[in-house]
């Protein structure tokens, strides 16, 4: 076989092996999923070698979509690190096998303390299967490996079961993307679900008119601006506003007349308005629904406090 072809059967074989687990989720899968949100702990996931690998990626997944959860290597057990679990928590083991020496003899200390087991294998008739709690079975018909040796079919299905416990889990706490984000601050979703208005709008050099002014004194503060607008104040409170398009309208309308007219006469009464909380995530809605560029951001008596425009929503 050539070097594409090998690829190309690599990825038939994984995937054959990931769609062949749908015929696998029975009641066990539901009786983990209930465990896990009963828990009043941790889930403490565990694995040895490829395993291991696996289990250290659905521990951060399910720990990043609302499961607190961490990765325990069973050989550091022996080395002082059983002290991280406690009456409370539930495993998850992770064995290809169900018969890896090192996490079977980390079993027992398991069952002593009383924690709940959930089992991910391929094998339901291996030791590990029949000590725990609940197994979920992720066997598969081959490996990739053309020597059907190397784990590889079986390290994806074991990773993508460990992602439908996430969703499913998710699921079932209604886990928003405001949530994510709080899991994922650092990330562009976490930036503009956690970002408010308050933390970009501007606020220095705003454009601010008096509706009674002429609109030729107007266009100079609108350009001044560099927003695209300019704010009606009376009263120290926000009555309208005008846009580059208001004012392009007005002169083709009047035309020599334009001079004499005023911000009142082609102002906005009712702009897009929003308060110093409103996450940026909201303030994108509000532009992409209402096709606008800007919005005010104002207080409670409707006191201009800042201009969001839609650069500062990207982020």
């Known amino acids: 076989m050539t070097d594409k072809e090998n690829a190309i059967q690599c990825i038939k074989d994984e995937a054959q092996a990931v769609l062949d687990l749908t015929s696998k989720i029975d009641d066990n899968f539901d009786q983990a999923v209930e465990l896990i ?15 291991g690998h696996i289990g250290a990626k659905i ?73 725990s709690t609940c197994h979920i079975n992720v066997s598969v018909e081959k490996e990739a490996c053309p020597l059907n040796l190397a784990p590889t079919s079986s390290t994806t299905a074991a990773l993508v079961m460990g992602d439908a416990l996430a969703i499913a889990l998710m699921d079932k706490r209604h886990f928003q993307p405001q949530d994510f984000a709080q899991y994922h601050p650092g990330g562009e979703l976490g930036k503009r679900l956690l970002t408010t208005a308050q933390d970009v709008m501007i606020t220095e050099n705003l ?8 609109l030729g004194e107007a266009i100079i503060l609108v350009s001044k601006g560099k927003l695209g607008l300019g704010v009606a104040i009376e009263n120290g409170c926000v009555v309208g506003i005008i846009t580059d398009g208001d004012i392009r309208r007005a002169m083709e309308r009047w035309k020599s007349e334009f001079f004499d007219r005023t911000v009142e006469d082609i102002m906005t009464l009712t702009p897009k308005t929003v308060t110093a909380k409103t996450k940026i995530s909201e303030i994108q809605k509000i532009m992409n629904k209402n096709k606008i560029h800007n919005v005010l951001v104002t207080d409670e008596t409707n006191r201009l406090l800042g201009i969001v425009d839609r650069y500062a929503c990207i982020l």
């Open 37 to 51: 949100m009963q828990c009043k702990g941790k889930v403490i996931v565990t694995g040895v070698g490829k395993s």
């Open 207 to 214: 454009p601010l008119l008096s509706p009674e002014m002429h």
């Open 59 to 131: 521990a951060a997944t399910l720990a990043s979509t609302g499961t607190p959860s961490f990765f325990v290597n069973p050989l550091d057990v022996f080395h002082g690190d059983l002290g991280v679990m406690a009456k409370g928590d539930v495993v998850l083991a992770i064995s290809n096998s169900g018969q890896t020496d090192e996490l079977l003899r980390f079993i027992p200390m398991v069952l002593h303390m009383e924690i709940p087991i959930i089992a991910m294998s391929g094998n339901p008739q291996s030791l590990l299967a029949k000590y």
